[in-house]
């Protein structure tokens, strides 16, 4: 289990795009509430303008006796006087109705608003309107906005609880968001930690959603799997070069050492030297074998790739080889595919892997037998395959041939250094193609194959 510290949650990501999630819930949702309101408000103040507006226009169309007389009534009916209408004459005294007094207004039938003292004390939001009858008396029409004001205050008291919910939510859902991303980035760090402390086979854990941190702990496993198998490469490498060029640097110095301690004549000199110079270029060969497999790995070559057609490579290299072949009294054929195979690729680093599978085949293989060079295409990938007829690679040695200076205890004393197919594994790699290796019954049977896009 991790523990997490409160005071580290606000520095994670997740629980800053919490609060950046909820800061604009928020505003939309003050916006969204605002507008309602306004809304609201607007309509129900424009219905209560409309309603003042009939009752003036009714009581303008009334003669003055019946108007007085409905007045007076309709006070008698208004007992809470939620709609009071007052009739003034021109002086401006009470004629009729419960105002007893002309509040001041700004202009004849425009609505306005005032604080009506009730006799029973009570205080009371109005809503009114003045309009001036053409028997010069003034009548005042008016509704109680009470009720529409505590809906008012409603609304508000939602909003402001519906805000605080929303904070507080928000708030403990980014505080959610920002531990469980703290948790996950500590069991991330814990696993890097052991991986910079040397394990080496320890990978990013994944949940498997293929989120964010899924997809980029995917790519730092393929990053380490790639990093354990370059210094297992070179951990190899060290121990095959310790292995096969301590013989032949032996064999140098054992030389050399004879001719330092006999007296020889010219000749046997000139023996010895030329014995060390080819010893010594043997040696070279092998270093520029090993610096050529860099420079691949290294990628770099990439810049020069174009569109490649395998059937062009493998006639190359089959009519570079043919030759050699006929010397052995072997029979070296070439199978092109029905279409050109493109695919993208350094012609010349793929010719050089071709020519170091034929070189292989030729090499290992008894004389009078058959190569074959296939060039196929499929729906996976065009291939190159090289099959022959010798002794075959063990099931158990077919991902060790790959290495660097590798050689099977049966090619010992076969002429090489072990890179050649090393040296094909890297241009399979640069090019992102596979190399399998098969039993052809008899002998071996190699396929360059470029993965489906």
């Known amino acids: 289990m991790f523990s997490v510290h409160l005071s580290e949650i606000p520095r994670t990501i997740s629980f800053r795009t919490g609060l950046m999630f909820l800061a604009l819930f928020g505003f939309s949702f003050l916006g969204l509430f605002g507008y309602i309101y306004w809304q609201t408000a607007f309509y129900l103040k424009a219905e209560s303008d409309t309603a003042l507006l009939r009752q003036v226009d009714n009581r303008s169309r009334q003669t003055p006796e019946l108007r007085e007389q ?7 009916q208004d007992v809470d006087g939620r709609l009071p209408h007052s009739l003034f004459d021109e002086q401006g005294k009470l004629i009729a109705g419960p105002i007893d007094t002309l509040p001041a207004f700004k202009a004849y039938d425009k609505p306005d608003e005032f604080r009506w003292d009730k006799p029973n004390g009570r205080t009371r939001p109005i809503r009114f309107m003045v309009h001036k009858l053409d028997d010069g008396k003034t009548l005042l029409v008016a ?10 205050e409603l609304l508000v008291h939602a909003l402001v609880s519906g805000g605080c ?20 980035l500590d069991t991330l760090s814990t696993s890097i930690k052991q991986i910079v402390e040397g394990d080496l086979s320890r990978r990013l854990p994944t949940r498997g959603n293929r989120d964010d941190i899924d997809r980029l702990a995917n790519v730092v ?9 370059l210094m297992s490469e070179v951990k190899g490498v060290c121990d095959d070069i310790a292995h096969d060029l301590r013989t032949p640097l032996t064999r140098l110095i ?22 060390a110079l080819n010893e010594a270029r043997g040696l070279l060969l092998t270093f520029r074998a090993l610096l050529r497999i860099s420079e691949i790995e290294d990628s770099a070559r990439r810049s020069n790739f174009a569109e490649v057609d395998l059937n062009r490579i493998g006639a190359d290299a089959a009519e570079f080889f043919e030759p050699l072949a006929e010397e052995r009294g072997m029979t070296l054929t070439f199978e092109p595919a029905p279409s050109p195979a493109i ?3 350094d012609a010349q680093l793929l010719f050089d892997a ?14 009078n037998s058959h190569i074959r060079v296939c060039v196929a ?67 071996c049977e190699i396929v360059l194959r470029s993965a489906s896009r």
Not at 70 to 76: A, G, L, V, W, Y
Not at 169 to 176: Q, T
């Open 221 to 229: 496993n393929g990053m380490l799997d790639e990093l354990e198998r």
């Open 354 to 367: 071709a020519c170091n599978l034929l070189d292989n085949a030729i090499k290992f293989s008894p004389d």
């Open 143 to 152: 509704q109680d906005m009470h009720d529409i004001h505590e809906f008012d």
């Open 165 to 184: 919910l929303l904070l507080v939510v928000g708030l403990l859902g980014a505080i959610g968001l920002g531990y469980s991303a703290r948790r996950r």
């Open 377 to 443: 295409g499929a729906a996976d990938g065009p291939c190159l395959t090289v099959s022959d007829d010798g002794p075959g690679i063990p099931e158990t040695e077919r991902e060790a041939v790959f290495r660097r200076l590798y050689r099977s205890e049966s090619s010992r004393h076969t002429p090489g250094n072990g890179l050649g197919l090393s040296m094909v594994a890297a241009v399979a790699r640069l090019h992102d193609m596979t190399l399998e290796v098969r039993d052809a019954a008899p002998g």
């Open 343 to 345: 695919l993208a690729g």
């Open 70 to 76: 409905e007045i007076r009534k309709h006070d008698m």
């Open 254 to 275: 054992a030389g050399l050492e004879r001719a330092q301690r006999r007296g020889l004549i010219e000749e046997d000199y000139a023996v010895t030297v030329d014995a």
